[in-house]
């Protein structure tokens, strides 16, 4: 963004020019130089590959004392790799102490300036995290090898706080609010001299408070690294060698949680404005049990007693299957007309050929049955594919279903009503919501008319005047209608 700052992609390798400022360094790339920040970089614990370091022995030794370097050489840079990933951890934890002792603790002391709920937005769960970056350093601490630091395990580590690392996914969901919060306050001076009055009291580099903030984010996403290239140098017959691939294989799947836990409350506010969108709601909110649309489609809805067809629109969510119908003239407008509970309910593919329960015939079908109520639902697709689509779709609503409970994924009741709120609010400022029906079926009111005109008058008033009709004299013209 700036003249002197460096570009660059995921995976280039920067030449280091100056160093001596801690958050920001000077660095070369093929392109050009700059600053960058050093946050969003890794050093290189290996400056060439072992391969290259090792030459080939000569001399007394031959062959094996080559092997013997390269070994050696390998140690050395897993060594690297562990003295990197302890040393940046203790860093990290003086850094969440300066946010938590330097600011967070002094905004509490000032309940004139901060109220909870706008600390919970800046500062998230921030204490959370950093207790349980202090359990893990204390950990690594412990499987640290001082003698011989290239034998350290701290695969097991990773693999033990795997569960605690998912806390990041609330602190990362919550860091836009937090940076929105903060820019709105950096419009109030009083705000400014404050936080810079407790960076300057806790003896912390010249950088902002949502900077400082940003940090947890960015670590989070520095785990797979580090457990990678730690992986790199980490002999098969190691003792660490299995949990460090696990550890690599399941700070993966937790940053993609988080990934996919902001994905989703993202898609919040889309399913609440969707949810407004629908004429003649009932009930609860879709947000009280769902948060993801999986599968959309028209189904044809045959109903008891008379085998009656339907075409409704069916929204399939998680724990709940909305149906809609489409308006007669407006076909982009929706009426609600119900829901599926899906957390008890049964799913059954049927053949092609006569219903036994309804006695109909029916093509692409598969019925819902309610457990307790015994109720049942006849849904038919237009084609097969169509079907099967469909049947894949609620195989992946279950499975959804049980990866939330697993991992606990839930929407709190504010950011439920936070999104309700900001669809009411589009729906204000955006296109009026459609009528019952549109205005030229509504009932028109005969206007009142004057009494003091006279009778003949007001008939003429109230019939508007038309042309004579043709319809009549063109008939009579057509010979077979002749007498």
């Known amino acids: 963004m700036d003249d002197q700052e460096l570009g660059f992609n995921a995976g280039d390798v920067i030449e280091v020019m100056d160093a001596t400022n801690r958050e920001w360094w000077w660095g070369r790339v093929a392109d050009g130089e700059g600053w960058f920040p050093a946050s969003f970089v890794r050093l290189r614990v290996n400056q060439d590959e072992p391969a ?15 092997g013997a370097e390269a070994q050696s050489s390998k140690d050395q840079m897993r060594t690297n790799v562990i003295n990197e990933i302890l040393s940046t ?30 600390l919970r937005t800046i500062f998230g769960n921030i204490e959370d995290i950093y207790r349980c970056q202090k359990a893990f350093v204390k950990a690594l601490e412990q499987k640290f090898n001082r003698e011989r630091p290239h034998l350290s395990e701290l695969g ?54 949502d900077g400082f903030l940003l940090t947890p984010v960015q670590k989070i996403c520095k785990y797979p690294l580090q457990l990678a290239e730690l992986l790199k140098y980490t002999h098969p017959q190691h003792r660490d060698f299995k949990d460090v691939e696990a550890a690599l294989h399941a700070m993966k799947n937790v940053a993609q949680l988080i990934n996919e836990r902001k994905r989703r409350l993202e898609n919040i506010d889309k399913i609440a404005q969707w949810q407004s969108s629908i004429e003649d709601w009932e009930g609860e909110d879709l947000l009280v049990r769902s948060s993801e649309l999986i599968h959309s489609g028209e189904l044809t809805r045959v109903t008891q007693p008379q085998a009656k067809s339907q075409q409704r629109m069916f929204f399939l969510f998680d724990h709940q299957l909305i149906y809609c119908k489409k308006d007669l003239l407006r076909r982009d407008v929706l009426y609600y007309k119900g829901r599926l509970d899906l957390d008890g309910l049964e799913l059954v593919d049927l053949e092609d050929g006569k219903d036994g329960e309804l006695h109909v015939s029916v093509r692409n079908a598969f019925r819902l049955r309610c457990g307790p109520s015994g109720e049942s639902q006849l849904l038919c697709a237009k084609k097969p594919e169509q079907k099967q689509r469909w049947l894949k779709a609620f195989a992946r609503e279950r499975d959804q279903v049980r990866l939330d409970q697993e991992t606990g994924f839930s929407i709190t009741q504010l950011q439920r009503k936070q999104a309700m709120l900001n669809a009411s609010k589009q729906q204000a400022v955006g296109k009026p919501k459609a009528l019952s029906r549109p205005y030229y079926l509504t009932r028109q009111k005969h206007p009142a008319l004057p009494t003091s005109l006279p009778q003949q008058q007001v008939l003429v008033l109230a019939e508007p005047k038309r042309k004579p009709s043709t319809f009549w004299h063109s008939i009579s013209r057509l010979a077979p209608f002749r007498k």
């Open 52 to 66: 290259d370091d090792a030459a080939p022995g000569t001399g007394h030794g031959g062959a094996g004392h080559g």
């Open 156 to 209: 097991a580590c990773f693999l033990e706080h795997q569960a605690d690392f998912q806390i990041y996914s609330e602190y990362c969901n919550n860091h836009p609010n937090a940076c929105v919060e903060l820019s709105r306050l950096a419009k109030l001076s009083k705000y400014v001299y404050f936080f810079e009055a407790c960076r300057l009291l806790q003896k912390m580099i010249d950088i902002s408070l």
């Open 89 to 118: 951890e203790r860093d990290y934890i003086k850094h969440l102490r300066d946010i938590c002792e330097g600011y967070l603790r002094q905004c509490r002391k000032r309940v004139d300036m901060f109220s909870e709920e706008q």
